[in-house]
């Protein structure tokens, strides 16, 4: 059955009770974090992942890995060398679009207030998770909904596929307020390395699974954070180990399918974007296509991919995601959405 797992339990099982967006749990001094992964036929990076996840100087209560149907000695390593760590097993690849989704509704599930996401190839620094809480803690009002880390690539410079969107409409109370914990204003983040507030992901739903990869996380996390608070706090920081350093407009091959695609996807929908930022964000993404075929050696191959992407996100609509799972025989772990 997919999403058995090890370490935590049936707590999955169970209707977790909702808590207000941007409020902490009653009668508790610190919020349950739980970690999601989600990983495919990378053991050794995710196994490095998981041990400096448990090196946190302040530890997550729990930890979720995703398994996208390996191939190789992941589920078996995790469970070898990390047996408290839940490991849910998906049948099939369902990118990482899905493997949040369905990592988020067992968080969810289980109870968590914040949910930490990231990839599998993501190192955080001993006090990268602390760092996180520490803004969150001392963000005056209503808790911030997301909270992303700094992310660098292996010889220390910032990582570009990474950098959060900074929130162009900012106020300057908000700029001010973000200032003072040294932190900044931000729109949209990556999942890489993102602190969620679990009731505001409950009210607003999970990640769109039919997005598979690329896109998914702008669009969930633009939903996420319209009329919410998001930050970067640069004090969390996390090494991103990519295989090379540069943006996903760099050589991105068949894969830019799904840029193409999702980008349309997201700039059609109403729940993410306001009207306005749909034109700002649409003025940005067709300079960002321009440098990518700039940049490209196969630029014939990359404009029948961009035919391709055009014609499916315009003529298409991604499929609801207990949709995308219930084709592979999956059922979405059960949890409260109403906020």
């Not at 996903?248 to 930022?277: C, M, Q």
Request: hydrophobic share 40%; charged share 25%; with cysteine.
């Amino acid at each position: 059955m997919p999403g058995n797992s090890t370490g935590s339990g049936s707590r999955g099982e169970h209707l977790a009770r909702p808590v207000a967006p941007g409020s902490d749990p009653p009668g508790r001094d610190e919020p349950a974090v739980t970690v999601v992964i989600v990983t495919r036929n990378r053991c050794a990076l995710l196994l490095e992942s998981l041990a400096a996840v448990s090196d946190q100087a302040r530890p997550p209560n729990s930890v979720i890995v995703v398994d996208n149907a390996s191939t190789d000695e992941t589920v078996a390593s995790v469970r070898a060398k990390f047996p408290e760590v839940r490991i849910a097993e998906l049948p099939g690849n369902t990118g990482g679009a899905g493997g949040f989704a369905y990592g988020l509704a067992l968080a969810l599930a289980g109870g968590a207030d914040l949910i930490w996401l990231m990839d599998d190839d993501t190192i955080p620094a001993p006090e990268a998770l602390a760092a996180l809480l520490d803004a969150r803690r001392r963000w005056p009002g209503r808790r911030p909904a997301l909270i992303a880390s700094r992310v660098l690539w292996t010889d220390g410079r910032e990582h570009p596929m990474n950098t959060p969107r900074a929130k162009p409409f900012a106020t300057a109370a908000e700029r001010a307020a973000a200032a003072a914990i040294a932190c900044l204003p931000i729109r949209s983040a990556s999942f890489v390395s993102v602190l969620i507030d679990a009731a505001v992901c409950r009210e607003r739903g999970l990640p769109v699974a039919d997005y598979f990869l690329w896109a998914d996380d702008f669009e969930f996390t633009t939903r996420i954070l319209r009329g919410n608070q998001g930050l970067l706090c640069p004090a969390s920081v996390v090494v991103h180990k990519t295989a090379t350093f540069g943006g996903t407009d760099t050589n991105p091959g068949p894969r830019f399918f799904y840029e193409v695609r999702n980008k349309i996807w997201t700039l059609r929908s109403r729940s993410a974007l306001a009207v306005h930022e749909r034109v700002l964000y649409g003025g940005a993404t067709l300079r960002r296509w321009a440098r990518t075929f700039a940049r490209s050696r196969d630029r014939r191959g990359l404009a029948r991919t961009l035919a391709r992407g055009l014609a499916a996100g315009l003529r298409t609509r991604p499929r609801p995601t207990e949709e995308v799972f219930a084709a592979l025989g999956v059922a979405l772990p059960r949890h409260d959405t109403s906020g």
